[in-house]
């Protein structure tokens, strides 16, 4: 079986070295190691390139599209540094790191969701500096849940410690008999629960409900819209910008500011809303979108009624606080 990056990436020496040396050489030694996983691992590295040339073909010329591609690979190894450095990095140079390096745009959806008292779902992509969403929220004094699977014991100890320090809530589905009841009582807590809207390969595809996703028409997942239903949460669409290797900006969407950005385009369910507002980010910073390699599920959707495997029906965050995945 193929080793995966980020399983590799966990490797003691690799946390040791990375912790020893300091995260500002371990960003590079990360990046190094990302070119020789690329290089021996051509077929997922041509996978990225095709669906990028797919999906531009007909809005950038050749040269664009090469610069593009780079900038790409360079965001997916940003991406696997900032969860490696959210992991494994202490509580105070996250922290500081957060403090410094992290803005919002506007935290006003938030407030005004959890004011309402029912609590917030908290809508993401595999997009910019996802992972550093969770800390960021908590370190502002914001009730975070997060939907986290283990690859072992050691790891979800770590990640409990750590999520505890951090007043973060997570729900790990092999230990939870009930993972839907358990999102609602976080909502009926009043606290933000992060999940994120484009792992379609994991979704429950709706009968009727479709868009038009990055060229494709695809059925939409029905979670999204069952959870705000079910328990009356406010819905919000935000995404943690990378404007460079180490400057971020959270950008937040309340449903109103929502449509408002759609000019009214597309359907009234939220799932619709929230991939169109994806895509546009994608379309214009597609360096900082990490599911390039998944797009072939995009371009072929499963028909409806076709389950797809997965251990849960939910889009969830991967750990944030603990693994690399």
Known sequence: MRLKFS??????????FCQKVGWKISLYYIIILGKLYFFVNRKEKNRIKGALKSVFADRRDKADIEDMTHKVFRGILLHYYEKFFNA???????RAFLGKNVKSEDLMAINQGLSKGKGVLFI???????????????????????????ASNHLRERSMQKAERFSTK??????????????????????????????IDEW?????????????????????????????????????????????????????????QLQHSVNGS??????????????????EWYLWKKYSVIERPLPYGIKVESK?????LKPSLSKIS
Request: glycine share 4%.
């Open 170 to 199: 997570i729900i790990d589905p092999d230990n939870t008999p009930n993972i839907m009841r358990e999102i609602c009582d976080s909502l009926r807590e009043n606290r933000i629960v992060i999940t994120q809207c484009d792992e």
């Open 124 to 150: 993401t992509g595999h997009f910019g500096g996802v992972e550093l969403l969770p800390a960021y929220l908590a370190t502002n004094n914001y009730p975070v849940t997060i939907i986290a699977r283990f």
């Open 270 to 287: 939220p799932g619709a809303v929230v991939m169109k507002l994806l895509e546009q980010y994608i379309y214009q910073y597609p360096e």
């Open 204 to 260: 429950r595809p709706s009968r009727r409900n479709r868009v038009v996703f990055l060229g494709n028409q695809i059925h939409l997942d029905r979670t999204i819209d069952i959870l705000i239903k079910r328990v009356g949460a406010s819905s919000i669409f935000g995404i943690m910008h990378r404007d460079n290797k180490d400057q971020y900006k959270l950008i937040a969407f309340s449903w109103e500011k929502m449509k408002k």
């Open 7 to 16: 399983s590799f990436l966990q490797w003691r020496f690799n946390i040791f």
């Open 312 to 316: 849960t029906s939910f889009s969830f």
């Open 88 to 94: 494994f990095s202490s509580d105070e140079t996250l």
